[in-house]
C-alpha cells in the first residue's frame, strides 16, 4: 500500500472549455480530440489529453504537454464545431492520492463517493466549503483532482489542510 | 459513599477524579458525571431557571431538564450540560449554575416567594407600564435573577469537523430495536449507518437485568457490535446524536469526538457534524419516561424509575437508601425488584390502579408496603426527605424516604419525526403518542413505535428492517430472538389529583400545573398557545420529560381527550448543538472564502490596505513611508495619475466569453444598445437591463473575431450577468447557436491611465502601434507577450488617456513588474479602488452606488443609449409610466457653494428652505469624495428633475452626521467634459 494520502498540485497544465456548437454531439466533438467524450458529468483520459463533462455540450478539457496554443490550436481544430476558451490560468488542480483521499475528499463533497456511486472515470460540479469545485476521480488509489477557480486557491487549501490534518 | 460493592459496568481498575463546584470526588471509568456524583452523595446539583429551586439528577439519559452543570473551566467552560450527558474522565471540573452566593445557600430563591409573579405570562402582563421601565429596570433584574449557566466570552479554543455519509439504512439509536435493524440489514451486504448518542451500544439493555438468547443484555450488546464492526458495509457511530430531520431524506448529526477527554488532541476537532443522506432511516430512539405530576416533585432525589434502575444497574450508583416508588405502569414494579435485589429498601410501592400486578408478591416479600388505588401528594426536603401519600382509604400517610422513583408510563421519543411537520397522534391502545405519518423513508421501530417490551422491540427492529430493505429491493429475514418475559401494562397517569405546594410540569422552564391551569382560564387553549404562553416545552431540553403532563392537565383542563388537544411539533436541533460544530472549518478569517487576484501579494508587500468586495480582497490604495493618512495615499494616487500614469489592477471585473454564429443577436438582446454591428477589432460601452426595466449591470463588449466577443462586468455583477446570459440562451433563447462561459479568472488585467500611459505601453511594447490613428479610443486587439496570449484594449473609467491589458492570470505578477519597470522613466504608480472612485466620480460614472437596483438608464443619464429599432431584455417595462416619469430622480453633480463644506454619500437633498420632512425629500447624495483635482469636494447625486435643475443650489441634509450644506447642482461630469483627455 502506498501513502495513506499524497496532496499536490498540477502546474503546467493547459486547460480549455469546449462548448458544442448547436447539433453537434458529444461524437463529434470527441472525434476531433481523439478521446471519447463522457456524455454526461465524467471524466476520461485519451493520450495527452483528458476530458471532463461540466455540463450539458460542455466540456473541460486538459492537456499536461503546456499550456501556450493549446486553447488557440483546439480552436482552429474546432472551427464550426465548438467555441473553445482558454482556461488555462483560471483553475487550480489539487490532486489527491492514497487510501485517505476518499475520506478527505468526502468531508468535502456532499456527493456518495463510495465506489459503487462514484468511481474511475466519475466527475462531479459541486462545492466544498462554500467553494465552487469540479472533481473526478482517476483510478481505484483513489486518486482524485480537484479543480477550483485560482483566486480561490488559498481558501481550498485552508480547509484541505484542516481536514487532513484530522485524518 | 454510595457505590455498590459490586456489578455495574463501570471499570472499578481505572479510577477517575473529578471535582465538583470546587470538591474532588472520585468515580470509575465508564461512569458519567451524573452517576459519580450520585455514587458520591452528591444530590443537590444545581438551581432552577425561575424561582432557585434546589434541584437534583432527575433522569440517566438525554432529556435530562435538571442536572445542568457548566462543564469545564475557562475558553473551554461549556454551560447547561446536562450531567448525564457526560462521560467522566480524570480531572472533570463541573460547576453549578444559577447560584449566588452558592449552590447550598442561593439567596435568589427567595424568588419562590414572589411565585405569583412569576407565573405564566408574567412578562406580558406586569411589566408593561410605565413603558420607559422596560429596558432600564425590568429587563436587567429579570436578567440576573433568572437564567442558567454564562459563557465564557472567550473565543472557542477548538476546532470542529464537517463530513459527508451516504446509506440505504439509517439506523438512529443503539437500543435493542435499532441494534436488531442494523443486524437484520447489515447482514444482507446493505450500506448501513447506525448512530447512537451513548458510548455504548445497548440503550436500555445495558440498564436492565434482562436476557436476550441466553445472554446477560449488555454482553448480547457487546457481541452485537463486535459482529455490525466487522460488516464493511456498516458504520457505527457512538457519541453521536442525529438532531434534525431536513428534505431530500437528509438527516443532520453531532459526532462528540473529544467530549470524553480532558481537551481534544493537537490538531483534532472536538466534534463533527454528519450530513447525512439516507434511502430509509429507522428511528428507534426508544421511550422516555414519564414523571408525575404532584407536590414538590422536582427535589433532588425524584428520579425517573427508569433512571433509578439505570444508575443501579449500570452504573452500581446508588441513588437513594430508602425508597419510595410512585408508578402507575409496570415498569415502575421492576425497579423496585432492582433496588431490593442490591439490598435498597422499597418501604412502599404506590400504584394509582387498583390492580397490582404479578411481580407484586415478590415485592412485597422482599419487605415493601404495596398502596393501590393510592397516590404521592407530597415529596419535601432538600434532598428530599420526607414524602406523603395519600391512601385509597383518604388517610394520608406520612414517611421517611431518600429516593422517590416516580413512572407515569413511556412516551416515545419521537421529537426528531415531527421535525417536518409530521403531528403524532394519540394512541388508546399503547396510551402514548406515536408517529402517524413519517417523513419520506423514515419508520419509527420499538418503544420509538410503542413497542415497549424487550421482545416486542427486538422483533418490531427487524421487522421494520426487514421492511426497508425490501424496498429497496433486497430479501432479507428476520432473526429471531429468545428474550426473557415482561410486561408492559400501565396507565397514562400524569398528575395526583391534588399536589400539595409546586408541582412541576417543565422543570427546566419551572412550569407548574397552575401555569396550564392559568393559560387555560385565560382562553390559551391551543396547545402550541399554551406552550409560548408558559413556556413549557422551550427550555433546552424542549420539555422531554414533562411538557406532555402539562398537555394532558390543559386536555383535563378544557374538558377534552388528550387525543383532541394533540401535542407540538419538535424542532431541530432534537439536542443542543454547539454553533462552532455549525461553521466547522469557517471561521474567523476563513468564515468565508476569499479570493485573491494575481498581484495580492505584491500589493500587500507595497502598502496596500484591502478592501473586501464581495470575496475578493482589491487594494484601497499603496500607502507610502511617511503616509499617515488614507487621504494623502489616495490624493497622491489621482494627482499622480492624473498628471504622469497609475496602474490600477481590475482583474476582479467580471469576464465572460460569448461566441459562435448568433453571439451578436444575444447581446443585441441582452443589452439596451447594439453590438451586432460592432466592427471586429473595437470595444463599446454597454448598458443591460433587468427583466423589470430597471439597470442591471454595466461594462464593455469587445468584438474580437465575427464569432467571437468578449463581455466585462462589474466585480460584484459578474455572477448575476453570467446567469442572465446562461437563463437568455438556454432557456430564453435555445434556438440561438451561441455559447458563453466565464473567463474572470483566466485574465489579469491592468488598466494604465494618464497622460503618459500611451508611452509607457509602448516601451512595455514596442511591437505594438498604439498612435492615436493606429489605435484610437475604444481599440482592442489580441497580441503576444514573451510567448502568452495578451490582449489590450483602449478604453477609460478614469477620464484619461487610458488601456486595460490582459495576460493569463499566471502571468499577471510578471506582467505587473514589466510595466512597473517600464514606467520608473514615467514616475509610474500603482493605485488603488479609492483613486479609482475618485476619478470617476469626477468623470460623473455610474457605479454601484448608481446602479442600485433602483436607477433606470434614464436616470443615469443614458436614454440615448436606448434602441428603438430592437427589442431586448427589459425594454417593454422600461416604458411603465412610473419609469419614464419626468420628476424621477436623476443623476446630477454636487459642489459645495463653500469649497471648504465636505459632501457625504447618504445626505438627503431639499429645496432650500423647506422643512426637513419626508414630504420635501428630492433625491440623495449617491456617491462622494474629495476631488484633489478640484481642490474641493464632489459627489454625485439622484435629484427629482436632476437634469433640468443644473445651476440651482439645494440643500444636503444630514441628520445623521450632522450638518447641512448648501450645494450647487452640476453636471455629472467634473471633469474634461468633452472628452479630449481620454480621446487624445
Known amino acids: 500500500m502506498g501513502e495513506a494520502l499524497t496532496v499536490s498540485e498540477r502546474t503546467g497544465l493547459g486547460i480549455a472549455t469546449v462548448m458544442a456548437r448547436r447539433g453537434v454531439d458529444a461524437a463529434a466533438i470527441g472525434a476531433v480530440l481523439g478521446c471519447a467524450l463522457p456524455g454526461g458529468p465524467g471524466w476520461r483520459n485519451g493520450g495527452d489529453l483528458s476530458a471532463i463533462g461540466t455540463g450539458p455540450g460542455t466540456w473541460l478539457v486538459m492537456t499536461e504537454t503546456g499550456s501556450g496554443d493549446f486553447a488557440e490550436d483546439l480552436t482552429q481544430r474546432f472551427r464550426g464545431l465548438a467555441s473553445v476558451t482558454d482556461q488555462s490560468s483560471a483553475y487550480a488542480v489539487f490532486r489527491l492520492s492514497g487510501h485517505d483521499a476518499r475520506t478527505l475528499l468526502q468531508r468535502g463533497v456532499s456527493i456518495d463517493l463510495h465506489p459503487a456511486a462514484f468511481a474511475p472515470g466519475s466527475a462531479a460540479t459541486s462545492m466544498i466549503s462554500h467553494i465552487g469545485v469540479i472533481f473526478w476521480q482517476m483510478d481505484d488509489a483513489p486518486t482524485y483532482e480537484v479543480a477550483v477557480f485560482r483566486s480561490l486557491a488559498g481558501s481550498f487549501r485552508h480547509w484541505l489542510d484542516s481536514v487532513a490534518a484530522t485524518l | ?984
Open chain 2, 1 to 984: 459513599m454510595s457505590r455498590l460493592p459490586h456489578g455495574g459496568l463501570i471499570d472499578r481498575s481505572r479510577p477517575l477524579n473529578f471535582r465538583f463546584d470546587g470538591e474532588t470526588f472520585a468515580g470509575f471509568e465508564g461512569d458519567t458525571l451524573a452517576s459519580a456524583l450520585l455514587a458520591n452523595d452528591v444530590k443537590l446539583v444545581g438551581r432552577s431557571f425561575k424561582y432557585h429551586r434546589p434541584r437534583g439528577i432527575l433522569t440517566a439519559g438525554s432529556e435530562e431538564p435538571n442536572a445542568l452543570v457548566t462543564l469545564r473551566s475557562g475558553a473551554r467552560a461549556e454551560p447547561n450540560t446536562r450531567a448525564t450527558m457526560v462521560q467522566l474522565f480524570e480531572g472533570l471540573e463541573a460547576q453549578s449554575q444559577n447560584r449566588w452566593p452558592n449552590l447550598k445557600l442561593d439567596l435568589m430563591a427567595v424568588n419562590q416567594l414572589a411565585g405569583p409573579m412569576f407565573a405564566a405570562g408574567f412578562y406580558y402582563k406586569t411589566f408593561m407600564w410605565p413603558r420607559p421601565f422596560w429596558e432600564k429596570v425590568y429587563e436587567p433584574v429579570i436578567r440576573r435573577a433568572a437564567g442558567l449557566g454564562e459563557l465564557s466570552g472567550l473565543p472557542d479554543p477548538d476546532t470542529y469537523d464537517h463530513d459527508h455519509a451516504f446509506c440505504d439504512l439509517l439506523v438512529i439509536g443503539a437500543g435493542p430495536a435499532g441494534l436488531s435493524a442494523a443486524l437484520t440489514v447489515g447482514r444482507a451486504g446493505l450500506r448501513v449507518i447506525l448512530a447512537e448518542d451513548d458510548w455504548e451500544l445497548g440503550g436500555r439493555l445495558l440498564a436492565d437485568r434482562q436476557q436476550v438468547d441466553g445472554l446477560a443484555g449488555e454482553i448480547w450488546a457487546e457481541r452485537a457490535r463486535q459482529e455490525l464492526s466487522s460488516l464493511p458495509n456498516v458504520k457505527v457511530l457512538t457519541r453521536t446524536a442525529v438532531f434534525g430531520i431536513y428534505d431530500g431524506r437528509e438527516y443532520a448529526a453531532i459526532e462528540r469526538l473529544a467530549d470524553h477527554l480532558p481537551s481534544p488532541a493537537e490538531g483534532q476537532p472536538r466534534q463533527r457534524l454528519w450530513k447525512i443522506v439516507a434511502k430509509r432511516a429507522i428511528l428507534a430512539t426508544g421511550a422516555i419516561e414519564r414523571p408525575i405530576v404532584f407536590g414538590g416533585n422536582d427535589r433532588p432525589g425524584v428520579m425517573q424509575a427508569g433512571a433509578v434502575r439505570t444508575y443501579v444497574n449500570r452504573f452500581a450508583a446508588m441513588p437513594g437508601r430508602r425508597a419510595v416508588l410512585f408508578t402507575s405502569s409496570d415498569s415502575g414494579w421492576q425497579t423496585a425488584l432492582d433496588l431490593q435485589a442490591v439490598g435498597i429498601e422499597v418501604a412502599v410501592v404506590v400504584d394509582p390502579r387498583s390492580s397490582a400486578p404479578t411481580v407484586a408478591s415478590d415485592v412485597q416479600r422482599a419487605g415493601a408496603q404495596v398502596f393501590l388505588d393510592a397516590h404521592v401528594r407530597k415529596a419535601s426536603g432538600v434532598p428530599v426527605s420526607k414524602v406523603e401519600i395519600m391512601r385509597s382509604d383518604g388517610r394520608v400517610v406520612k414517611l421517611s424516604a431518600d429516593l422517590v422513583a416516580i413512572s407515569g408510563g413511556w412516551n416515545p421519543a419521537i421529537g426528531l419525526g415531527s421535525n417536518l411537520g409530521h403531528r403524532p397522534k394519540w394512541c388508546d391502545e399503547r396510551g402514548c403518542f406515536l408517529l402517524d405519518q413519517t417523513p419520506p423513508g423514515l419508520t419509527a421501530a420499538g418503544a420509538a413505535a410503542g413497542r415497549f417490551t424487550l421482545a416486542e422491540a427486538l422483533a418490531d427492529g427487524a421487522a421494520k428492517a426487514v421492511e426497508a430493505a425490501s424496498d429497496l429491493g433486497t430479501t432479507c429475514t428476520a432473526p429471531d430472538f429468545a428474550v426473557s418475559e415482561e410486561s408492559d401494562a400501565g396507565a397514562a397517569y400524569w398528575s395526583a389529583p391534588a399536589p400539595r405546594g409546586k408541582a412541576f410540569v417543565d422543570f427546566q422552564n419551572d412550569v407548574t400545573d397552575k401555569d396550564v391551569a392559568l393559560a387555560a382560564r385565560e382562553g390559551f387553549v391551543s396547545i402550541e398557545h399554551m406552550k409560548r404562553y408558559t413556556t413549557l416545552g422551550m427550555a433546552t431540553d424542549q420539555g422531554k420529560s414533562g411538557q406532555l403532563n402539562g398537555h394532558a392537565l390543559l386536555a383535563q383542563q378544557i374538558g377534552k381527550s388528550i387525543a383532541e388537544t394533540g401535542t407540538i411539533l419538535s424542532r431541530a436541533p432534537y439536542q443542543p448543538v454547539a454553533i462552532g460544530a455549525l461553521a466547522g472549518h469557517q471561521r474567523g478569517e476563513n468564515f468565508r472564502p476569499v479570493r485573491q487576484t494575481a498581484s495580492h501579494d505584491w500589493a500587500a508587500e507595497n502598502g496596500a490596505a484591502f478592501a473586501n468586495v464581495g470575496q475578493w480582497k482589491r487594494a484601497q490604495w499603496y500607502a507610502r513611508q511617511g503616509e499617515t493618512h488614507w487621504r494623502e495615499s489616495v490624493d497622491r494616487e489621482v494627482t499622480m495619475t492624473r498628471s504622469g500614469v497609475g496602474i490600477c489592477d481590475v482583474s476582479t471585473l467580471g469576464k465572460i466569453d460569448v461566441q459562435g454564429p448568433d453571439a451578436g443577436v444575444l447581446l443585441d438582446r441582452l443589452y439596451i444598445n447594439t453590438f451586432s454591428t460592432l466592427n471586429v477589432g473595437k470595444a463599446r460601452y454597454g448598458v443591460m437591463l433587468r427583466e423589470d426595466g430597471m439597470v442591471m449591470d454595466d461594462g464593455t463588449v469587445t468584438h474580437f473575431a465575427e464569432d467571437s466577443f468578449y463581455v466585462t462586468t462589474t466585480t460584484a455583477n459578474a455572477a448575476p450577468v453570467m446567469q442572465h446570459i446562461d437563463f437568455a440562451r438556454q432557456v430564453l433563447w435555445p434556438d440561438l447557436d451561441v455559447q458563453a462561459t466565464s473567463v474572470t479568472e483566466q485574465w489579469a488585467t491592468w488598466s494604465v491611465a494618464g497622460p503618459k500611459s500611451r508611452e509607457l505601453l509602448q516601451a512595455a511594447f514596442p511591437d505594438l502601434d498604439l498612435s492615436n490613428d493606429s489605435f484610437p479610443f475604444m481599440a482592442a486587439a489580441k497580441f503576444v507577450w514573451q510567448g502568452n496570449p495578451a490582449r489590450i484594449f483602449r478604453v477609460s473609467f478614469s477620464g484619461e488617456l487610458a488601456f486595460e491589458v490582459s495576460v493569463p492570470a499566471l502571468k499577471g505578477q510578471d506582467l505587473l513588474a514589466h510595466l512597473l519597470a517600464s514606467g520608473e522613466p514615467f514616475d509610474a504608480i500603482p493605485y488603488g479602488t479609492e483613486a479609482l472612485g475618485v476619478m470617476r466620480i469626477e468623470k460623473g460614472h455610474p457605479a454601484g452606488n448608481e446602479l442600485n437596483g433602483q436607477t433606470t438608464a434614464a436616470d443615469l443619464g443614458l436614454a440615448r443609449m436606448m434602441s428603438k429599432k430592437k427589442d431586448y431584455i427589459g425594454r417593454v417595462m422600461a416604458a411603465r409610466p412610473g419609469l419614464v416619469d419626468e420628476a424621477r430622480p436623476r443623476l446630477v453633480g454636487l459642489r459645495p457653494l463653500d469649497a471648504s463644506e465636505v459632501l457625504r454619500a447618504g445626505a438627503h437633498l431639499l429645496p432650500l428652505g423647506a422643512a426637513p420632512v419626508a414630504v420635501n425629500d428630492q433625491g440623495y447624495v449617491t456617491s462622494a469624495a474629495w476631488s484633489p483635482t478640484l481642490g474641493h469636494s464632489i459627489a454625485l447625486a439622484l435629484l427629482s428633475h436632476g437634469a433640468e435643475r443644473h445651476g440651482e443650489t439645494v440643500l444636503v441634509h444630514d441628520p445623521v452626521r450632522g450638518g447641512d450644506i448648501e450645494a450647487a447642482v452640476c453636471d455629472p461630469v467634473f471633469l474634461d467634459p468633452e472628452g479630449e483627455r481620454m480621446r487624445g
